[in-house]
């Protein structure tokens, strides 16, 4: 029962939440490899997750953080310094 009620929510969740991630980072490759870890996360915690009120949510909130922890560890260490704030000379 359990693992069919998560088939459906997968089969059901899963284009919706592709396009969003697309979005947010701009390959599809990316959105797909952060999906699948997610889902693989929310199908072990499944019986919990199924009595939340919107387990999309979990879903895309932790697809989300995955996405972003990519994205911030990908870029090179230089591009993650801020500059601080200049002042005016005068």
Known sequence: M????????YA???????????LLCGDRAEAEDALQEVF???????RRLRSNQAPEAWVRRVAL???????????PAWARIRPGRRRAVG
């Open 2 to 9: 359990a693992d069919e009620e998560f088939s459906a929510f």
């Open 12 to 22: 059901a969740t899963y284009p919706r939440l592709l396009g969003q991630l697309m």
């Open 40 to 46: 693989a996360r929310a199908a072990v915690r499944w």
């Open 65 to 75: 953080n995955l996405t972003r922890m990519a994205a911030r560890h990908s870029r």
